[in-house]
Nanobody
Framework: QVQLVESGGGLVQAGGSLRLSCAAS????????MGWFRQAPGKEREFVAT????????DYADSVKGRFTVSRNNIKNTVYLQMNSLKPEDTAVYYC????????????????WGQGTQVTVSS
C-alpha cells in the first residue's frame, strides 16, 4: 500500500521560511516522479512544483518560482519543498503526490496523494 506522509507545515510570518517533507513508502520511490500541490480555502488544488525520478528535472508554478525549491533524497525515500520569502497568499494545505508515469502539472497526472500539511503565513 502506497503511503505519502507530509510534515513540516506550520505558522510563519511573511518573509519567513519553511521546509516541507514527504516520506514515501509502498512504491519504488527512485522510479517515481513527485509533485507538490496546494489548496487554499475555497479554491481549487493547484500545481506548485514537480521533480522527476532522478532529481535532474524540476518545474515550478510562476507564483513560486525563485522562492520555492523542490528536491529529493532517493535513499531516504523523501521529497522536500523548501519555501522561502513566504507570502500570505501561500497559505494553503500542501500535498505531495507521486506518479509512475511522466510528471505533469495537473492532478490527473498523479496516482497517489498524501493527506496534506497546513501552511499558514501571517502578514
Amino acid at each position: 500500500q502506497v503511503q505519502l506522509v507530509e510534515s513540516g507545515g506550520g505558522l510563519v510570518q511573511a518573509g519567513g521560511s519553511l521546509r516541507l517533507s514527504c516520506a514515501a513508502s509502498g512504491l519504488t520511490f527512485r522510479w517515481s516522479d513527485m509533485g507538490w500541490f496546494r489548496q487554499a480555502p475555497g479554491k481549487e488544488r493547484e500545481f506548485v512544483a514537480t521533480i522527476n525520478w532522478s532529481g535532474g528535472v524540476t518545474d515550478y508554478a510562476d507564483s513560486v518560482k525563485g522562492r520555492f525549491t523542490v528536491s529529493r533524497n532517493n535513499i531516504k525515500n523523501t521529497v522536500y519543498l523548501q519555501m522561502n520569502s513566504l507570502k500570505p497568499e501561500d497559505t494553503a494545505v500542501y500535498y505531495c503526490a507521486a506518479t509512475d508515469r511522466q510528471v505533469g502539472r495537473t492532478r490527473l497526472d498523479y496516482d497517489y496523494w498524501g493527506q496534506g500539511t497546513q501552511v499558514t503565513v501571517s502578514s
